[in-house]
């Protein structure tokens, strides 16, 4: 016997369609959809993309969204900040700075938008 512990990580279009689902079906009818291999159309099409266990774990224990590339980034970016405000004047300022630079200078080449502060400032 398999023990479900702990929230499952989904894309953000899974997340939708369970909160789609959640809206108007039990949780019990929606795992019988998917344990009777329906396929799901329109806004639940993303619940085809994942399998029984997740589903059920997602709905009965939780789910957290997975992050974008942008969201990493920018955390990635805040904790250097963080790091760079412990100890403005330390030995390891010039390399976080560096690393806040990098990161900047790498997402501006990629095209990556980031929020608009990735400070506190």
Do not use: C, H, W
């Not at 993303?46 to 990493?72: C, M, Q, S």
């Not at 004047?89 to 980031?114: C, M, P, Q, T, W």
């Amino acid at each position: 016997m398999t023990k479900l512990s702990g929230k499952v990580t989904v894309s953000r279009e899974v997340a939708e369609a369970i909160e789609y689902v959640n809206g108007g079906y039990d949780a019990e009818t929606t795992i019988r959809f998917k344990s009777q291999d329906y396929l799901f159309k329109g806004d639940v099409a993303p619940l085809n993309d994942i399998n029984l266990d997740t589903l059920i774990r997602a709905l009965y224990i939780g789910y957290e969204v997975e992050k974008t590339p942008e969201e990493l980034l920018a955390e990635s970016i805040r904790l250097d900040i963080d790091n760079l405000r412990v100890s403005p004047f330390g030995k390891y300022n010039d390399y976080y700075s560096g690393r806040v630079d990098g990161a900047r200078k790498a997402a501006e080449i990629l095209g990556v938008k980031l929020p608009e502060r990735t400070d506190a400032n």
